[in-house]
């Protein structure tokens, strides 16, 4: 008798397709960079190079025009917490760049911008 | 060399299904994305999971939209997870954020004091928008600026979540409240 499963229905995912999400972050639960955000901006840079695991290659796929930590979250389906772990390795590797500057230390000037921006949507 | 993209997060606050991502929705340039933060420990007593084999995980989901303003700022709105037991997610969540909307329903204004409490204590500016529902009696700004005890100081506006223009003054309101404070902090 072989040890074949029975076939799944199209579209019916069990729980050995699940990943947990500590499995992906090894464990962590915070980013070694602390001053990531949810509103962070990184973007790849030119040069990322290295062994990248699955999770870490498909982000600096996706991040080749400036985004923010929480659409990488959204846009690769796994949790805030985890993405801001992934994001900080990449970070850290030298893969992303944050592109943020701070906001305390925003302009009056850029407010304004934002101003005139919204009334005209 | 990347090119220089700095965000800035506005949170939209208020109880549960007080119209948060309605709200969103009205001037996000993308439909509301959804991320999900998985269950903490903080919520391991409340979310008692086992009296239910199958249940692994709680997730929070948070709903948030997208302005882009010129290619070298963004705005990002977030919407609060709405039960007040996810509270211990809006640290993350607020901080650094520029200033906040609080969603107010004239029903049940009670819901909104969390709130309000939290952006006094962490002195983040906010407005409160009354969001005004078809089954809602329609008080008056200055009756419901008294009943959450907001100082004048505050902008209160009325708002319907649904309409575009409204949601756009509402923003415009609480930017020019930023701006104001940070003007004022400016000229001594």
Redesign the interface.
Known sequence: MTGTLPPRPPGERSAHDFVR?FVLTGGR?RSNDASL?????V?T?DDALGRLTFEHARIVDGCWE?R?V??V???FGM?????MVLVGDLVEAGCL?V???N??E?E?E??????E???A? | M????????LVVAGGFGVGKTTFVSA?SEIPP??????M?TESAGVDDASQVREKVTT?VA?D?G??T??DS????I?GTPGQERFAFMWD??C??A?GAVVLADTRRLGDSFVALDYFEARDTPFVVAVNHFDSSYHYPIPEVRDALGVGLHIPVIDCDARD?ESV?YA??TL??H??DL??SA?VP
Not at chain 1, 37 to 41: D, L, N, P, S
């Open positions: 999400p639960t955000h949810m509103e962070t901006m973007q840079v400036p923010s929480a659409e979250a959204a846009e949790p805030l917490g985890v993405a760049e592109t943020q500057s906001p305390v925003l009056l850029a407010l304004t911008r934002m101003i921006r919204v009334r949507l | 990347n090119r220089r993209v700095t965000s800035v997060k001037v994305l959804t991320t999900e933060a998985a903490t997730t948070m948030f997208r302005i303003v010129d700022l963004v705005m990002y977030f993350d969540l901080d650094g520029l575009r756009k923003l415009i930017l020019q930023v701006y940070r003007r400016l």
